[in-house]
């Protein structure tokens, strides 16, 4: 029975994985579609049915299964291309197109660019899953959330959930008002991709290094890798923690110091745990040292 399921399942998806790969819109053709949208072209965007005429050309010939297999595999491929002089880059990938200006992304898929919502949902989506695990703990009690939140190699949805994993309002507030306070401009300064991927190499860094020493982790990797890299690019800005005003350094140090809480209240490991808060310093250094900056949207 389950195996039926599975050829169902399989039988069904190939033919639209098949059509998404070849009516995906290529990276090499944002430029022309950027410039199509900005002169407000009633097709500028693409549609599927533009995209789809090759198939159809294709379809009543003899040799229709071999044409189509050999597009499909001109067309799949991930790469990233850029213009720097028009600050626009896209990437290939496969089923779909992500391209990018300096203001907005768009994602390509079956014929046509469809815009992103803008860069400050990043920062809600991203506060809203540390908000989802502080639930999780407050409204089913620790056991659970240990069970999906505490990282665990051989649960690899574990580690994901773990890099969110926030169990105190306390926390919570921290997080969700340093996220949306230093976000917007880190946004501006990486760009959208590259803030993402500060975050999400610090926070799934963080995660991943607890699974391996199984143990817990609190979900501070995000912020502190980017409080990690604006430090280092803005070592004389200020920033007001709870009404405080302090130096980058020291507003640094102070959420280093909360993200190693743990350490100090009960932890079986301590050096584990203080090791775990520095991992994401690492990534934010990496970063900044490695001129990450080519990923900006």
Not at 143 to 166: I, Q
Request: proline share 5%.
């Amino acid at each position: 029975m389950r195996v039926t399921l599975v050829v169902r399942t399989i039988v069904m998806a190939v033919p639209w994985l098949g059509i998404a790969v070849l009516t995906r819109p290529r990276a090499s053709d944002w430029p022309e579609a950027v410039a199509r949208m900005r002169r407000k072209d009633k097709l500028g965007a693409g549609t599927f049915d533009i995209a789809s005429k090759p198939i159809r050309e294709v379809w009543d010939t003899p040799e229709r299964w071999r044409k189509l297999s050999a597009m499909a595999r001109e067309r799949f491929y991930f790469g990233v291309e850029r213009w720097p002089e028009d600050r626009l880059w896209a990437l290939d990938a496969g089923l779909v197109t992500l391209g990018c200006t300096s203001k907005k992304c768009f994602v390509g898929v079956l014929g046509s660019w469809n815009g992103l919502p803008g860069p400050q949902y990043d920062l809600y989506a991203l506060a809203a899953a540390h908000g989802v695990a502080c639930f999780v703990y407050h409204s089913y009690g620790p056991g659970t959330f240990y069970r999906y939140f505490a990282p665990l190699l051989s649960k690899p949805h574990t580690v994901l959930c773990g890099a969110f994993a926030t169990s105190s309002a306390f926390e919570m507030l921290w997080l969700g008002s340093s996220l949306l306070g230093l976000g917007h401009e880190l946004q501006r300064a990486l760009g959208r991709a590259g803030f993402l991927a500060l975050w999400l190499c610090g926070a799934l860094g963080m995660s991943l290094a607890a699974a391996t020493q199984r143990h817990s982790t609190n979900g501070t990797g995000g912020i502190l890798a980017a409080f990690t890299y604006h430090t280092l690019a803005t070592p004389h800005a200020r920033h007001s923690l709870y009404g405080v005003s302090m130096s980058a350094r020291s507003a640094l140090a102070v959420h280093l110091g909360i993200a190693c809480l743990p350490a100090f209240q009960g932890s079986d490991k301590p050096a584990v745990a203080l090791g775990l808060a520095a991992l994401p310093l690492a990534v934010g250094a990496a970063f900044f040292h490695g001129g990450w900056l080519g990923l900006r949207s």
